[in-house]
């Protein structure tokens, strides 16, 4: 298993290698690290402008053309209640599977591809990352590095990407 | 296993419906032709087909009932009974159980037996003589012309056990009676077989039943069973047989030639030998001299005018024309061509090429839309089927409302988008229904009006610009004007100081409730249905419009896009941002003037059109935008309409008209008011299509100003 850590760049649901979801992508979000389940993964594209959609929460930055899909993208800074920042070359969006919906996720920049055991992983603390802690799954840790591992469905299905209009103010 | 059937038995209910269709269709025509044998066939064997198919899958109620039914048409076909009205509408009750059979037979639903044990019994009380328990293997010998002094002979055949010890061979007896004649029909009795445990593979178990068309008497047929006389059980019993004069086709089995040569029975050159010998019935009757030369030339005539294909029932699959499919072939392949030349351009391109590169971007853009059009194209469907159901129908409302009408359908070649013609059915049945019910007077009040005592119901599609028009015209009495308005007052629609063009008190009927007649009746008058019709083309996409003379008769007109992936829309621009409106609902754009404008405190601005005031939103506030400009006189108003409803929508300016494919927010998203759904731009970005009924919501319901 562990020998597998850095072959699966190429991160596309066909090439991912079944892993109990102890393999996650992980991506930076200002100092911090964050993970994914690599199998909720469906690609990864550089950041191309958005359209913008009226009347919702300032985190939807909008739709994006992909390959025909009309995909919904959200500002994960704007989510977490972090400050937004310039996008450079390394703004990317990942493109996630969430209950058969297609997603995009703005983040900084992506790292890895990180293998973590299950003991490896506790469970989230009451405080010390920037984040409303029910977004995640617990807290990884992969040799010197700890990446906070999110919870893909309650992120991307609470109330504003699947209900009607609540706008907040 | 059955789970291994269960796609065939999909293809059976599409088949079964196909069939049920050509049935009805067939039973209505033959009202009015009542003696055409190829119509009566064509009953016949959709009827066969359901009953074979149904066997096989073991829908016995099914097959049971069908039987029934196939032979009340046997009868008809044989002309051992004449078609009459009554038998007509038993058949076309049975017609309906036979449906709600086969819905319980794809549901697993049970079925309303004594109904169906009713007309069974009906149908079996109804013919002559007691239909023949067995089921018919092989087309009926009544089809087959035969030449005076044929006999049939029925031979039943059990050879004894220790046939093959003797070195006989079965075949060859079967082979033997058929070098006699004709062998219609031939049956397997496997009754005598043991358990495979028990089996002997050397005793014979088997007997046939088999009936043979000779020309030979009965001593000839005895005499091959010479050599086993002895311990068989034989019978052979000699029906003489009379001519029928029927110039039948066989029906989807195959013929019984075939089907002896494929088993070995007789030889291809015996068989050509047999038919050889056939006459055709028309020379037959000539030599009889029952009919003239002429009369069969003319029969035939008729004959071959009256196998037009039968039209094809509605079906989740698309057929499509190969010739459809061969073109699309041919225009990926020139894709193809002028993607690779582009490429093969690209990889070594020097600015001196340029005008040969546009060339072929225009090139690919030709190939482009033409692919689109004709892919578009292969989901057009001829409106014919949503027609269909009606000749059927207004049968029926004539009869239930004791009026006389003829239904005239035109313009079924119409092609539209298959889940348009889906969804227009309902909305059609109603207006038709309406027409007949509301429309058309009684017979007694249409000749007191000076009008033929027939009631007209005309049904027309056309295509119109980018969009489909279907009409239901009546020649009735014409919408009641004053009736309607008095209604409309009293619940409440309208008030009295109101003054309303005919257009909107016309539309008042579209109201939900509304309903003038006198008296509620089984087919309409409840005030359900007209609401509903509006609401569903509008759902489509669709506008409806009505026409209406006093005395003369009421035109509904409905108009539908005619896709609804695609629609013409107006690309306008607030600020950095790119919205389509649905050209259907654009009335006008303007650029108003400072004294066109007027606002009210406290309830928004309003913009003098012609004397109308109609309310004005202002997109970037609805869609809290930051626009180019705030200032109306400088700005765009489009005056956009829906469910008669105006408002006039402020936008910074209008770039152009295009088609644009809708997709749908819901897959990845969720709805978001005021959007029906979004596109992709000409440049690769997503456009949003106004839902003008959402706008409207929302400036009502003052979302905006939280902003």
Redesign the interface.
């Given at each position: 298993m562990a020998e597998q850590e850095f072959a699966n760049k190429e991160l596309n649901h066909q090439t991912g290698i079944s892993t109990d979801g102890s393999q996650f992508l992980t991506f930076q979000l200002g100092e911090e690290l964050y993970g994914v389940d690599i199998l909720r993964v469906q690609e990864i594209k550089g950041y191309t402008?958005?359209?913008?959609?009226?009347?919702?929460p300032a985190h939807i930055k909008?739709?994006?053309?992909l390959r025909?899909?009309?995909?919904?993208i959200v500002e994960l800074r704007t989510k977490f209640g972090m400050p937004t920042i310039e996008y450079t070359m390394f703004t990317v969006i990942v493109v996630v599977v969430v209950k058969e919906?297609?997603?995009g996720l703005v983040v900084d920049a992506v790292s890895d591809v990180l293998d973590i055991d299950k003991k490896d992983i506790q469970p989230a603390p009451q405080f010390g990352a920037q984040v409303d802690v029910s977004f995640l799954n617990g807290i990884g840790k992969a040799g010197d590095k700890l990446v906070a591992l999110l919870d893909m469905d309650r992120l991307l299905t609470d109330g504003d990407?699947?209900?009607?209009?609540k706008?907040a103010? | 296993m059955s789970t291994d059937l269960s796609h065939f038995k999909d293809a059976f209910f599409e088949e079964s419906q196909e069939h049920l269709t050509t049935i009805e269709e067939g039973l209505l025509q033959l009202e009015q032709r009542p003696g055409d044998i190829d119509l009566l066939n064509r009953i016949f064997r959709g009827a066969h087909s359901i009953k074979g198919n149904s066997g096989m899958f073991g829908f016995t109620a099914v097959s049971q009932f069908t039987h029934k039914m196939e032979s009340v048409l046997d009868q008809l076909r044989s002309s051992q009974m004449v078609v009459t009205v009554a038998i007509t509408d038993l058949l076309l009750q049975s017609l309906d159980c036979l449906k709600t059979l086969i819905d319980c037979a794809r549901t697993g639903a049970a079925p309303d037996e004594a109904h169906v044990a009713a007309l069974g019994g009906r149908l079996e009380a109804c013919q002559g003589t007691p239909a023949p328990g067995q089921a018919t293997a092989v087309p009926a010998a009544d089809e087959r012309s035969l030449p005076p002094g044929t006999h049939r002979f029925t031979i039943t055949w059990a050879p004894p056990r220790y046939l093959f010890q003797r070195g006989l061979d079965p075949a060859q007896f079967l082979k033997e009676l058929a070098s006699l004649g004709t062998v219609t029909h031939l049956a397997l009795d496997a009754g005598r077989l043991p358990v495979l445990m028990e089996l002997d593979p050397e005793q014979c178990y088997l007997g046939w039943t088999l009936e043979l068309e000779t020309g030979k008497d009965l001593k000839v047929i005895d005499a091959v069973f010479d050599f086993v006389r002895e311990d068989s059980t034989l019978t052979i019993v000699d029906n003489p047989v009379e001519t029928h004069p029927t110039a039948a086709v066989s029906d989807g089995a195959k013929p019984l030639g075939e089907i002896l040569v494929e088993t070995g029975v007789v030889s291809q050159t015996q068989l050509n030998q047999a038919l050889s010998q056939q006459k055709k019935v028309g020379e037959i009757l000539v030599e009889q001299k029952v009919a003239t030369p002429e009369q069969i030339s003319e029969a035939l005539k008729k004959q071959s005018e009256c196998t037009v294909p039968a039209k094809k029932a509605e079906t989740p699959s698309i057929r499509v024309d190969t010739v459809k499919i061969d073109r699309l072939i041919n225009l990926v392949g020139e894709l193809v061509i002028t993607q690779s030349m582009l490429s093969d351009l690209g990889s070594r391109f020097e600015m001196s090429q340029l005008p040969v590169l546009l060339e072929r971007v225009a090139q690919l853009e030709r190939n482009t839309r033409e692919i689109q059009e004709r892919v578009m194209g292969i989901r057009m469907v001829p409106i014919g089927n949503a027609f269909s159901r009606f000749p059927r129908l207004v049968r029926d409302l004539s009869g239930k409302a004791g009026k006389k009408i003829q239904l005239i359908l035109s313009g079924e070649e119409t092609e539209l988008d298959k889940t348009v013609i889906e969804s227009i059915g309902d909305p059609l049945t109603h207006l038709v229904r309406n027409s007949a019910d509301h429309g058309l007077e009684p017979p007694d009040e249409r000749l007191a009006a000076g009008k033929p005592e027939q009631g007209i119901i005309r049904l027309n599609a056309f295509h119109e610009g980018g969009s489909i028009c279907i009409t239901v015209e009546d020649d009735g009495r014409g919408l009641n004007r004053d009736k309607i308005l008095a209604k409309g007052i009293k619940q409440g629609l309208i008030a009295e100081s109101d003054k309303l063009s005919d257009e909107q008190i016309w539309m008042l009927i579209f109201k939900p409730g509304f309903s003038t007649a006198e008296k509620v009746t089984d087919v309409s008058g409840r005030g359900v249905g007209m609401d509903v019709v509006k609401r569903n083309i509008e759902g489509l996409g669709g506008t409806v419009s009505i026409k209406t003379v006093t005395g003369k008769g009421t035109t509904f007109t409905l108009k539908l896009p005619l896709t609804l992936a695609i629609i013409e829309g107006m690309t306008v621009r607030v600020g950095q941002?790119t919205y389509i409106v649905p050209l259907l609902s654009i009335l006008e754009s303007i650029q108003p003037k400072r004294e066109m404008l007027k606002s009210i405190v406290g309830k928004g601005e309003l913009v003098n059109v012609r004397g109308t005031y109609l309310p004005l939103m202002r997109l970037y506030d609805?869609?809290?935008?930051e626009p180019e400009l705030s200032d109306p006189t400088k700005a765009i108003l489009l005056i956009l309409e829906t469910e008669g409803e105006r408002v006039a929508v402020m936008v910074d300016e209008i770039l152009g008209q295009q088609q644009v494919v809708i997709?749908?927010?819901e897959?990845?998203?969720?709805?978001?008011?005021?959007?029906a759904g979004?596109t992709?731009l000409g440049d690769?970005?997503?456009?949003?299509i106004l839902d003008v009924r959402g706008l409207l919501n929302?400036s009502r319901n003052g979302?905006a100003q939280?902003a």
């Open positions: 402008a958005v359209t913008r959609i009226p009347n919702t909008g739709v994006l053309n025909g899909t009309i995909v919904p919906k297609i997603m990407m699947t209900e009607s209009e706008i103010a | 941002d609805v869609f809290r935008l997709k749908s927010m897959q990845n998203f969720r709805k978001i008011e005021g959007v979004a992709i690769g970005t997503v456009g949003f929302i979302t939280a």
